[in-house]
């Protein structure tokens, strides 16, 4: 009976540990404008080959590093797209929106 007992604590544990950090991540994804963006940003995305795609949606992305990240949402008839960008203007990543989660 203790070793269910020790188990079970256990998973609620864990449980209470994912909810904790998915709470944290939530809370470090702010919705900005394309304004507020940082000038080499917002230069880069111009120049790109998304520029003329739609934008969806900006954020600024806090993580773990002390430097944000930013993510603009694109869409176009074929394609919707989550790019991530460094402050100084470098592509980090471009994802599918339908598989980033």
């Known amino acids: 009976m203790k070793i269910k007992a020790f188990v079970l604590s256990l998973f609620l544990v864990s449980i209470a540990m994912l909810h904790s950090e998915t709470l944290i991540a939530?809370?470090?994804?702010?919705?900005?404008?394309?304004?507020?963006?940082?000038?080499?940003?917002?230069?880069?995305?111009?120049?790109?080959?998304?520029?003329?795609?739609?934008?969806?949606?900006?954020?600024?992305?806090?993580?773990?590093?002390?430097?944000?990240?930013?993510?603009?949402?694109?869409k176009n008839e074929v394609e919707d797209l989550v790019l991530t960008y460094d402050k100084e203007g470098k592509l980090l990543s471009k994802a599918n929106k339908d598989k980033e989660g």
């Open 26 to 74: 939530q809370d470090s994804k702010k919705e900005i404008k394309k304004e507020q963006l940082p000038e080499k940003v917002k230069a880069t995305f111009k120049e790109s080959d998304y520029a003329s795609w739609t934008i969806v949606a900006i954020f600024e992305v806090k993580g773990d590093s002390e430097q944000p990240t930013y993510e603009i949402n694109v």
